[in-house]
């Protein structure tokens, strides 16, 4: 059998990233990353091909449907892991995706469960991209993964850790709600099985490795650290009244990325941290099919390993290009 | 173990009338039916008592919460048939059976297989009940049934079966899309076993008879009747053009149910027999389970037999309150 030929747009993102070096690290697929022509030569993209990576031009802002569809030859499967703000994008990519017969359509979910309809701007963005994919019929595998480890965090007050995490996210209601983590570096290794995968075929998957609430994470941070951790307690009251206000703020400048943040970032305290979404159980009900059912064999890194290698200073910064936009940012206000 | 009590929202309607025949001849439920209090004492109504079946009040559009909530008490399974118009007043319905504690909800689906998203209206207004129903993590069960075959034959030239069908529906393009046909009087009896059925909690299911094109449908009523039929074919261009007419007359008056009903028909008629939605593979794919994958023991009624049963003057005739409308219907003109 051919080895799968597998095309990833977004290398160069976090998400993108980790399920880069989850194809590398499998070793069993041929790898093509897609680069706008701008960046193509940039040293990370270079280092790619040193990885035996096919590098190939692609714009979705900017390329016809013949441009794409040539771009997609002999593709598989094709991985999407763009910007937040770039998830409309999709819609040409995935129309082309049709034309050129790419088998398995991977759009790019990769958040914590929710529902469509009103909860998350995002969410409804991505139901656009998949509702399109579904009227095409283009074969596909909803991947998400629930809420990364890297941001489940607050930072630790004596800056330990100001390297890595600088935010101090508030705690929803009293923080008992049990969320789905996982660790980012896995979400790769899981893409990887998952798409040699049948059984996941036109199938949406929850990719996760752990149950944790808010409060169990800074209670695991405080024994782990020594050190006492600010409890910020917001109310699901107030959570909906900031979000009233980044709405407002939002229709004001659509075209600001920070105002997008402040409100997505809000919704997702909401659906997670309050609502209760992003549970597997939830997942489920909503016809996933989840990574504990389907590979329960796999060795993820547990949390507690994560927040031990993290006080210790052995967890690599991200997010690094947006740091300073983070750091603006409210409610995961620094 | 005690009885599954069902409450049913239209049973005065075809499919509801088919709901509630499949129940009381399965014999295994309790049957609330649900009326207007206006129409609560009509004669249809008072034989419904007579069968055993308990009368309830309400009326979605004027009901508040508590009255919505105290109509549901001890309902177990709620099956909603309404009206084609009503759709979205089914959301307080919903919110209402969350309350109530409703142990598994079916929303008036009912219709082909169609992708949400721009195809067609109804399926778009039931994904905003749907949407509603799993924000509010409310048990369910989605039931689509095909296309009838009381919908799908067009006249006869001699005006035999005038009675029944007055219609001569177009032929989309060659008239050679298969499309998956149900006896409306199987729909209830489908139900039935259901709502029983553990497998499709949480879950969409389409079920269906037989897989028939038009062509093969108009050769068949050729064949058992002796009559020449008129094949009127029209292009997937021509009914776009139809449907760009329809939505500016709907948009002229949004209340005109005639209006609605010119859109919504050729927006049926572009589905499954232009873009061939209504099949067994594509529901599959969108995450449907089929009749035939859960009940390969089910007796339905073959296309044939009704076909031999129609010519006969054996069928009831049907939608006999909107005869008058449906006449000046277009595409289906009689």
Redesign the interface.
């Known amino acids: 059998m051919a080895r799968m030929r597998v095309g990833l747009l977004g290398a160069s993102g976090e998400t993108g990233g980790s399920i880069l070096n989850g194809l590398l690290e499998d070793g069993g697929f041929d790898i093509v990353a897609f680069s706008r022509p701008s960046s193509i030569n940039r040293p990370a993209n270079l280092a790619l091909k040193d990885k035996g990576v096919e590098l190939r031009e692609m714009d979705l802002a900017k390329d016809s449907q013949d441009q794409l569809v040539a771009a997609l030859k002999r593709i598989d499967v094709l991985l999407s892991a763009i910007g937040a703000p770039a998830q409309l994008d999709q819609i040409p990519l995935v129309t082309a995706a049709k034309t050129a017969g790419v088998k398995r359509f991977v759009p790019c979910g990769y958040i914590p469960v929710i529902?469509?309809?009103?909860?998350h701007l995002l969410r409804d963005q991505k139901e656009?991209v998949y509702?399109?994919m579904?009227?095409l019929?283009l074969?596909y595998t909803i991947i998400d993964c629930g809420w990364w480890y890297q941001v489940s965090t607050p930072r630790l007050p004596s800056g330990k850790i100001d390297n890595v995490i600088m935010m101090e996210p508030p705690i929803a209601n009293k923080g008992e709600q049990p969320s789905a983590l996982t660790d980012l570096r896995d979400v790769g290794r899981y893409v990887a099985r998952v798409i040699k995968d049948d059984r996941t075929l036109?199938?949406q998957v929850l990719v996760y490795n752990e149950m944790w609430s808010q409060s169990q994470v800074w209670d695991k941070l405080e024994e782990v650290s020594g050190e006492k951790l600010t409890r910020n307690y917001v109310s699901q009251e107030q959570l909906e009244g900031k979000l009233a206000d980044a709405k407002k703020v939002l229709e004001s400048d659509p075209s600001s990325f920070m105002n997008l943040l402040h409100m997505i970032e809000t919704q997702y305290l909401i659906s997670w941290g309050c609502r209760g979404d992003n549970t597997p159980e939830?997942a489920?009900?909503?016809?996933y099919i989840t990574s504990e059912e389907l590979y329960p064999d796999f060795k993820y890194v547990k949390f507690e390993e994560y927040v031990n290698d993290l006080v210790a200073g052995k967890i690599d910064e991200f997010y690094v290009e947006m740091k300073e936009q983070l750091k603006a940012m409210l409610p995961m206000k620094p």
């Open positions: 529902p469509a309809g009103g909860v656009e509702n399109h579904k009227r019929g074969p036109n199938k939830y489920k009900y909503l016809g």
